[in-house]
Antibody, heavy 119, light 110 residues
Framework: QVQLQESGPGLVKPSQTLSLTCTVSGGSISSADYYWSWIRQPPGKGLEWIGY???????YYNPSLKSRVIISVDTSKNQFSLNVTSVTAADTAVYYC???????????WGQGSLVTVSS | QSALTQPASVSGSPGQSITISCSGT?????????VSWYQHHPGKAPKLMIYDVRNRPSGISYRFSGSKSGNTASLTISGLQAEDEADYYCCSYASSTNLLFGGGTKLTVL
């Protein structure tokens, strides 16, 4: 059974960079069948798709966040990471990582990591 | 691109059936057979319930079913149980954003 676990600071100051890492266990991040994704949920709101990365490093970002988001992968550690630059209070959210079958579904999710943007 | 449109809330009594709708456009729901549904209990990881419009992952109860007509997808839960009370999100492949989520529906089991 594939498991994903987010990790990173729970508090980030405005204008700084939010950084999270997702560690994958029970499966290889180098699998040809899957992409690796980030999704977030602001308090009291719905889910928002952030983007994905493939094991080759190929990425796709939601156009609404594209200018501030970087997703990277470290296949040697079976991890992928999210950076969101120039954060504001609007970036406060629970951030989830997930295994993404392209176009079809996110079949495994992490438990989520709450990141609060505040001075 | 705006989120897919779901009702904010639905409710039903144990044993009853409910349906949650998910409305989009021809650029997302209507254009692809790539609609998925997720159950989310607060504080837990979202759980895949339906994928590719109507397919159930292994281990998901037959009480959950999905369908699509035109630009609107639906999730039906039959034989409602107390444990079904949760938030439900639809999601579709979208030509503009790759994936697009609905705003979520809170299901209350009375």
């Amino acid at each position: 059974q594939v498991q994903l676990q987010e990790s990173g600071p729970g508090l980030v100051k405005p204008s700084q960079t939010l950084s999270l890492t997702c560690t994958v266990s029970g499966g290889s991040i180098s699998s040809a069948d899957y992409y690796w994704s980030w999704i977030r949920q602001p308090p009291g709101k719905g889910l928002e798709w952030i983007g994905y990365i493939y094991n080759t490093g190929s990425t796709y970002y939601n156009p609404s966040l594209k200018s501030r988001v970087i997703i990277s992968v470290d296949t040697s550690k079976n991890q992928f990471s999210l950076n969101v630059t120039s954060v504001t209070a609007a970036d406060t959210a629970v951030y989830y990582c997930g295994r993404y079958r392209y176009g079809s579904r996110i079949d495994f999710w992490g438990q989520g990591s709450l990141v609060t943007v505040s001075s | 691109q705006s989120a897919l449109t779901q009702p904010a809330s639905v409710s039903g009594s144990p044993g009853q059936s409910i349906t949650i709708s998910c409305s989009g456009t021809s650029s997302d729901v209507g254009g692809f057979d790539y609609v998925s549904w997720y159950q989310h209990h607060p504080g837990k990881a979202p759980k895949l319930m339906i994928y590719d419009v109507r397919n159930r992952p292994s281990g998901i109860s037959y009480r959950f079913s999905g369908s699509k007509s035109g630009n609107t997808a639906s999730l039906t839960i039959s034989g409602l149980q107390a444990e079904d009370e949760a938030d439900y999100y639809c999601c579709s492949y979208a030509s503009s954003t790759n994936l697009l989520f609905g705003g979520g529906t809170k299901l209350t089991v009375l």
